[in-house]
């Protein structure tokens, strides 16, 4: 069963930025595309952003347009969440995992225990 690994979250002010990591582990991403998720306290999970497998086309909720960009590594067998100018709205726990599609992203598989972000001051 393919797992998907997030890492990254933290406690940040508003303002601040972070970047979630999302690990394949011993399952390649490279044939994958990957989406990034959010469930916030008393709240459905929605889908956040969403990268195909090349990397070349990508999705953004309205909400993180211009603050958050996803991008692929080949390398470390991982994509990222680069998280700029956070609001307490960001608050949640992120998840990421494979997805049938970006627009909008389509979760399949299961989830991983996410990363808690959380944004205050």
């Known amino acids: 069963q393919v797992q998907l690994e997030e890492s990254g979250g933290g406690l940040v002010q508003p303002g601040g930025s972070l970047r979630l990591s999302c690990a394949g582990g011993?399952?390649?991403?490279?044939?994958?595309?990957i989406g990034w998720f959010r469930q916030a306290p008393g709240k459905e999970r929605e889908g956040v952003s969403c990268t195909d497998s090349s990397g070349s086309s990508t999705y953004y909720a309205d909400s993180v347009k211009g603050r958050f960009t996803i991008s692929r590594d080949a390398r470390e067998n991982a994509v990222h969440l680069q998280m700029n100018s956070l609001k307490p709205d960001d608050t949640a726990v992120y998840y990421c995992?494979?997805?049938?599609?970006?627009?909008?992203?389509?979760?399949?598989?299961?989830w991983g225990q996410g990363t808690q972000v959380t944004v205050s001051s």
């Open positions: 011993g399952f390649s991403l490279d044939y994958s595309a």
């Open positions: 995992s494979r997805v049938f599609g970006c627009y909008p992203p389509r979760p399949f598989g299961s």
